[in-house]
């Protein structure tokens, strides 16, 4: 890990679309700790009618919905279709070998955050999709002879199948098409609303956590990757802390805007900056980060490369600090007694989460 490396927070960028909608994706060149932390980052964006093709993936990947209802479709490896029914803060486990497909009914743009692992993938830090159909479909690139003897018809058929859909990844679909209708028992398993869920953490005017890990959605094992949504209130400060289990933690900002900042190696501020809605950055491996919002408030989702996340916390009633002895903090800090007594006195009972001062 270069200590020198930028992580300053970014936007996507469009990569493709049309009229069903468009592709954003986070850039390497850009920001460098996707390459580094073998992390890719993209949106989808769809409109209504919007249909986004089947595809497959080289990595595996955590989808969690910003906006809007839709319907996707996953097609585990045991090759049967889940037709689900999605929503506003449903988070989806997507393991390799998963193909997709998405579909906006809606007036409302459904969009899609994507995250994922890309350290099994052709390129660090970025997602390879691979359609099967329109007009980079897997299909066309193979010749008629071996696509009609691979599907057992003739080459006439074979020249509708492959070039009658010119669309590449995103069409819109005309209003009269039908589509699969989804099932709510198909959510089981597959999904968890991340909003309406119990909470992991709720502490009053500081903040609340939900948390996505093995339990709620065992798929996430084999995605190798936890997540969390975090909503902190008006004001509300973040702990300082860091991931003591190695893992690094991808920050999307969902709503608000705040303060953040990073210390890494010889205690150096690495980040110091406001973020927004829309803002993707990357905390490295054992780095200390710590938000302050703005007085709407903030909330992220972020995932943890690592299915079952374990985090410390440098300030608050379960702090390491409480449980070092005042000995050790007098020495560690040269400080007197009174300034330990002093400095132990303050946040006994506040964790993670701290209300803006009175």
Request: aromatic share 10%; glycine share 10%; with cysteine.
């Amino acid at each position: 890990m270069k200590t020198d490396i930028d992580l300053f927070p970014r936007l996507a960028k469009k990569e493709f679309g049309g009229d069903g909608g468009s592709y954003f994706a986070w850039c390497p060149s850009e920001l460098a700790m996707l390459r580094e932390g073998n992390i890719g980052a993209a949106k989808l964006a769809l409109e209504k009618n919007g249909f986004a093709l089947p595809r497959y993936s080289d990595s595996a990947k955590v989808a969690y919905v910003l906006q809007g209802n839709g319907v996707a479709g996953i097609v585990l490896p045991e090759k049967e279709e889940k037709v689900v029914p999605i929503k506003k803060g449903d988070a989806i486990a997507l393991p390799f070998g998963v193909v997709t497909w998405w579909f906006n009914k809606e007036d409302t743009e459904l969009v899609v955050l994507l995250l994922g692992d890309t350290s099994k993938g052709h390129k660090a830090g970025e997602f390879t999709d691979f359609f099967l159909t329109g007009s980079s479909g897997i299909f066309t690139g193979f010749s008629p002879e071996f696509v009609s003897r691979a599907w057992d018809v003739d080459e006439k058929t074979v020249s509708t199948l492959i070039g009658n859909q010119t669309g590449k990844g995103i069409v819109k679909l005309p209003a009269s098409s039908k589509m699969p209708e989804p099932k709510k028992e198909t959510r089981s398993g597959l999904v968890y609303n991340c909003e309406e869920a119990p909470l992991d953490v709720d502490i009053k005017n500081g903040g609340r956590v939900v948390v996505l890990n093995t339990k709620n959605l065992p798929l996430v094992a084999e995605v190798g990757l936890g997540a969390d949504l975090v909503r902190l209130d008006c004001g509300a400060m973040c702990s300082p802390g860091f991931s003591c289990d190695s893992a690094l933690q991808v920050t999307y900002i969902v709503r608000g805007s705040g303060r953040v900042q990073v210390v890494g190696v010889d205690g150096r501020r690495v980040l110091d900056t406001t973020v927004k809605a829309g803002n993707l950055f990357i905390v490295p491996r054992f780095y200390v980060v710590s938000k302050i919002c703005d007085p709407d408030g903030m909330d992220w989702f972020s995932i943890i490369t690592t299915p079952n996340p374990i985090f410390t916390h440098l300030a608050g009633r379960t702090s390491v600090w409480k449980a070092l002895s005042p000995e050790v903090l007098e020495a560690s800090f040269n400080v007197s007694s009174e300034v330990e007594k002093l400095f132990r006195s303050k946040r006994t009972s506040d964790e993670i989460f701290f209300p803006p001062p009175k």
